[in-house]
């Protein structure tokens, strides 16, 4: 019976449907296979492209020149007086500073004005204090003047000693320090060495352009208390506590951060990115360590995420590289991937949400994992993902999710009902090597279009597993299992073959569906015990030869080969008519399946998911059934195979 086109057709629908941009290469006469797609396809948001901003510049004609030296300072016009070290700007006005204070601060006290402090080669160390003090002023705009390097640096304790500080209150508390709106900008060059506690902190807003900023510090790096805006910068964080952080939890209209078109170097003992509200990063490249990096295991009463935000956490485009003891991209609220390139070592989480997350495009490898993705609910409608966990790949609804706006959990759940949770998969590229269940749903799995090639190594885990249903109606799902749960979709619009080997075929064994000219051919990522293949161009009706073992030749990706690979030596383990939606062949029985009804042996299409059949007290199958149906005699119904 003739089966239609050849694999490559399927595979290029499932991912010009799921979103992407495609880097195309013309082939007269053929269609790009698996191996070409993983390779061809960039997954980029429609708002991938950097839109740098144009710097700002400062007129120094006629501004006050503030001259430091020693522990004095040389002021040429009005607005500022210098006593004792302690240069006071108690007006509006640009002020350019110079030289270098090895003993004294900047303290601006100019209510009702906007200052300019212009940073034109500075050096300020204060050992008892904030070497800028920013009291009282309408804006402070510090402009970091281009061509030019500047450093402050205080000393490890404070003595809180004018009038305008206060120890009770630990205030000030950071090297650079505003209670007023604070801008920093420019392109030159400013380090920050907070040996007292935090680097930056701006009581209000706080935005940052431009500059070349380097943050040392023992507690938080860069705080911006009502929100936090980077545009344009590069900036590098070594602290002890958060990197950047907006803190306001009494305004939910506050406590934001917005980060595009920077460069971003965080190394943090805590928090990476901690936002209390929201949380949009786009066009820059990412690069954080927090908590130590994946192999450390944070305390029960530390937060050492990478990206975390209290509400909506968005990530449109960039490169991240993230390296985290705690969750990399976590939200108490909903999570959005609409672009970029991410790599991802996690202790926990990879990428959570307590609510919906959401991938719509975007490359993501994620290299290890507690689980990979996960949300009350996971839509994933376009992108490529590779990602590997040690528990679940892919998780809706709870489990061992270590949720929470504090520290790694690994224990809470979501405290919904099962019915709630749904994984929804409409696009996309999607290869999962887990630990754990690949696919678990706390309720229902749906999936009607995209490429998903998905392995569990658990031995009480399976590469699917939901509580309700699978309903799959559209793409290419290859799911593999070693161990003893495995489970098939319990309803499905297209062919799907259920298998369960006899003997567990070896990592790397190849496994061959072929149809007069249609040929899908998977070697398999682990030590396979069970499968379950369904493709949307499998012919109803046809007949497939299935194999195991053979060579073939060609470059797979991601386990596929391409579908003019040639394949040949594989022995044939038999050919099913696909006569229904779902064929079984061997022994499929354990506790897979959902999890309210699992169970099922060896059949041929004839028994829905779910039913339970009656096992042959001789190792036979009943009169009338074909070999389809062989399976090990004696062997138990709930037990895999060997």
């Known amino acids: 019976m003739k089966c239609g086109k050849q694999a490559a057709a399927w595979l290029l629908s499932a991912a010009l449907l799921c979103g992407c941009q495609a880097k195309t290469t013309t082939q007269t006469g053929t269609e790009p296979g698996a191996a070409q797609l993983a390779t061809q396809y960039i997954f980029a948001g429609a708002d991938d492209a950097a839109h740098p901003r144009t710097p700002a510049t400062v007129d120094l004609a006629s501004s006050v020149k503030i001259t430091l030296s020693g522990t004095s300072a040389q002021i040429n016009g009005s607005g500022a007086s210098a006593e004792n070290g302690v240069i006071t700007i108690s007006e509006g006005g640009t002020y350019a500073v110079s030289g270098t204070l090895t003993e004294g601060r900047i303290l601006v006290d100019a209510k009702g004005g906007d200052v300019t402090l212009v940073l034109n080669g500075a050096d300020i160390t204060c050992s008892t204090g904030s070497p800028i003090y920013i009291y009282k002023s309408a804006v402070t705009t510090i402009h970091v003047m281009e061509n030019t390097e500047n450093t402050l640096t205080d000393g490890s304790s404070y003595t809180f000693a004018d009038s305008r500080s206060s120890a009770e209150d630990d205030e000030p508390n950071a090297c650079l320090y505003s209670k007023s709106d604070l801008v920093l900008q420019g392109t030159g060059s400013l380090t920050v060495n907070g040996n007292y506690r935090n680097g930056i902190t701006g009581k209000d807003t706080l935005q940052i352009y431009d500059v070349d900023l380097t943050v040392n510090a023992v507690g938080n790096g860069i705080n911006g208390k009502d929100s936090n805006t980077v545009d344009s910068a590069s ?43 929201a949380v949009t990063l786009s066009s820059g490249t990412y690069t954080m360590l927090s908590g130590g990096g994946n192999t450390i295991q944070p305390s029960d009463d530390i937060s050492a995420k990478g990206i975390k935000a209290g509400g909506e956490l968005k990530l449109l485009s960039g490169i991240y590289v993230l390296d985290c003891s705690d969750d990399a991209v976590h939200s108490n609220g909903s999570v959005t991937v609409a672009g970029g390139s991410y790599t991802v070592s996690s202790g926990d989480d990879a990428f959570h949400a307590d609510e919906t997350l959401t991938v719509s495009s975007g490359q993501i490898d994620i290299l290890t994992s507690y689980e990979g993705l996960e949300g009350v609910n996971v839509d994933i409608s376009g992108g490529a993902i590779h990602l590997m966990s040690s528990d679940d790949g892919i998780n809706a609804g709870g489990g061992m999710d270590g949720s929470g706006f504090g520290g790694s959990g690994r224990g809470n759940t979501f405290g919904e009902g099962a019915d709630a949770h749904t994984i929804t998969i409409s696009g996309g590229y999607l290869v999962v090597r887990a630990g754990g269940d690949g696919l678990d749903a706390n309720g229902s799995i749906n999936m009607t279009n995209g490429i998903v090639l998905v392995s569990s190594t658990g031995g009480g885990d399976g590469a699917l597993d939901y509580d ?23 309803n499905s619009e297209q062919p799907v073959i259920y298998i369960g080997f006899e003997t567990a075929l070896e990592e790397g064994s190849l496994v061959a569906f072929t149809c007069e000219e249609q040929q899908y051919v998977y070697e398999m990522p682990i030590r ?38 040639a394949y040949s030596g594989g022995t044939v383990l038999t050919e099913l008519a696909l006569t229904e939606s779902i064929i079984r062949y061997g ?14 042996m060896i059949q041929d299409g004839s028994m829905q998911p779910g039913e339970k059949p009656q096992r042959p007290t001789d190792g036979t199958m009943p009169d009338g059934q074909n070999d389809q149906r062989n399976f090990q005699k004696g062997q138990r119904g709930d037990q895999a195979p060997a």
């Not at 900036?235 to 934001?256: K, Q, Y």
């Not at 009706?541 to 080969?561: E, L």
């Not at 354990?590 to 009804?597: A, D, E, L, V, Y």
């Open 235 to 277: 900036i590098t964080v070594e602290c002890g506590e958060d990197a950047i952080r907006s803190t306001n939890d009494t305004d939910e209209t506050l406590g934001w951060i917005s980060i595009s078109n920077s460069v971003l170097n965080l190394t943090s003992g805590e928090d990476g990115i901690q936002a209390e509200t």
């Open 468 to 490: 309700s249903s699978f309903a799959l109606s559209g793409g290419t799902l290859l799911a593999v299992g070693s161990g003893g749960m495995p489970s098939a979709p319990s």
């Open 528 to 565: 396979t015990s069970n499968l379950v293949f369904s493709a949307l161009d499998l012919k109803q009706g046809g007949i497939y030869t299935v194999s195991t073992g053979g060579i073939c030749t060609g470059k797979s990706t991601d386990g596929v080969f391409p579908a003019d690979a």
């Open 587 to 600: 022994n499929t029985g354990g506790f897979g399946g959902n999890k309210g009804n699992r169970g099922g």
